[in-house]
């Protein structure tokens, strides 16, 4: 180590290069004596785990993923035989075409892009607005801001909130399932960090030289400065709405307003088949071997659901992921 | 432009830099702040009906005060503990083994060298974050059923017996808390990863010249980095541990899983809202666990502002 401290910062560089560079050619034996080198291959040797880390995760996190689409596109027959396992097997559409046969669903579809797309609008306009506001000096401004986090630690809990929106007839609506939990708190400091951390403060300066007013100031220039934390906020309000099913599970009786994911939960998430398909299949032929059938039929149709549900949000994800994986970081660093 | 040359900014403060109109800034708030007073403030005045007797046609003012007796019926109810455990312990758990996967995960994905593989990695980790509450209760009823689940298949062709994983109570907790991983480990890499690319890179510079192998930069440099943020974040999730993951918990439970199932936030929903009847129970159970939740985030925050490390207010 003492002999180290004594060469020029130049030349151990070099010293540390050399190997690197080769070690992607040709390996050396006599190189091996050296200690940089040492260095270097506990480094190629932690480079090499590493991938092969995770390149299992990946396989852990896509196989599934993987798997449903290609078992929804397959046979009953074979997904019940266990044959589903790299490739579709007997492709067919026999699922799809169950599902959307089925009038309910389709209306479920409309009601959720109705509240996702109404509901995100919404959303983002008001939390934008306040979002501006709280990166301003104000009078009042900290009672402002602990009104907002108070409620990130304490609410009024389940049935209080559940009878008081009784109590203002919200119950059973469509506008409740747009403007319930329509400002999120902690997408609100997200949005604030971001506008404080990347709108520069010479502009606010020179607006207010100008004689120009807050709502100008807001609208003019906030507003084009923020592309990028407005995807992230309709990314993150549309994906948690379109997700929902508590909410409507909870508010809403009438089941012509209920959204897709309440109606999934019927198909999906029960323990045996027959009551989902009864409910779904209704008009199977009357022998065994047409409930069989149905049966499976019912079993496809539910990978189905889960590609036709989940694909919308998946989508908006990857077209956005450019500017939201930015907009989060610079969003939640300070937050 | 021009003009603001003219002005320092420090000149600009002192004679109060001000837009002329902040009326705008309140009127900008007003309807981020009735929101939040209509969903968060007017229920938590509703909150009272846990020390009264609630009917509905005396609704929550005018029904008949009954001091404490919600909550003590609930501290004596006979499933009290093991609801009150089993909340608990899976929260606990779930803590316990999901916190540390995403920094591990950051740190990894930060170490690694090939820049396309790192970005393609980054996109799919994110992916399943996306999946809904419902969705992977149903991908668990399918991949883990008995009769064609590709689980139990393959527990089989490996010469195994096939478990009925849904109704065994031993393994809702499994299977609750590794969905969950598999679903947000990646997500929660964000904010690690953002801490991570923002150390100065000149730190990794000279510690790679003093010889400094990648693990011992990740144990001297990105660690002591990401403590802080990982500090933060503890924080926020104490306050979960006794909180309710009611929704996925709900489309888990089977009459089979209940003794491990059976957390409190399910049954303040099944009570509450699904028999409709006891409204003044349910909401004292509720304000019980949020009194419980809030003072462990303040505790906790206060024992880690004692000993120095990072705290949240």
Redesign the interface.
Known sequence: MQA?VLET?KK??ER?RVPRIRATSVRAPEMKKN??IK?TR??RI??AV??V??IV??F???Y??Y??VISSVSDPTA??A?KV?FLPVDFSLMGYEAVFAQKEIWNSYLNSIFYTVVGSGISV???L??A???T????GKSV?NF???F?M????????????MR??HLYNTRTIMI?????S?WN?MIARTYISSTVP??L????????????R??FKMVLPLSGTIIAVLCVYYG?SR?????TAL?YIRNRALLPL??I??E?????TTSTTTDSFFDAYEGNVQGMVDAIRKA?VA??C??VI??GP??V???FM?KYF?KG???G??KG | MTDTSRYSSRSLRRVGLRLHNDWQLYVLLIPALVMIIIFSYVPMYGVQIVFRDYKAAFGITGSKWVGLKNFTDFLQGPYFARRLSNTFLLNLYGLAIGFPIPVVMAILLNQMNKPRFKKLTQTAIYVPHFISTVVMAGILYLFFSPTNGIVNYLIETLGGKSIYFMIEPGWFRTLFIGSDIWQHAGWNTILYIAVLTGIDPELYEAATIDGATKSRRIWHIDIPHLIPVATMMLILSCGSLLGSNTDKALLMQTSGNLPTSDIIGVYVYTQGLVKGTQFSFTAAIGLFMNVISFVMVISVNWISRKLGETSLF
């Open positions: 180290k910062p151990m560089k540390l200690t940089a260095g506990s480094d932690f480079d590493n991938l880390v995770w995760l990946l852990i996190i896509l599934p993923l798997l449903i997904i019940h266990g396992l306009a008001i939390t607005a306040a501006y506001a709280l301003r000096k104000f009078i402002v009104i907002f986090i409620t630690f304490f609410n009024g809990g389940l049935i209080p909130t559940f009878l008081t109590d203002m403007i319930i939990n329509c400002v708190v609100l403060n010479e606010y300066e020179a607006a207010v030289i100008d004689g120009s007013n807050h709502f100031y807001f994906v379109w997700n929902d099913y508590f909870v994911q309440t999934l939960r198909v999906l998430a029960t323990l079993e539910k990978y659901c889960i549900s989940t949000a998946v908006l994800y990857v992921q994986v989060v970081m610079i939640s660093l």
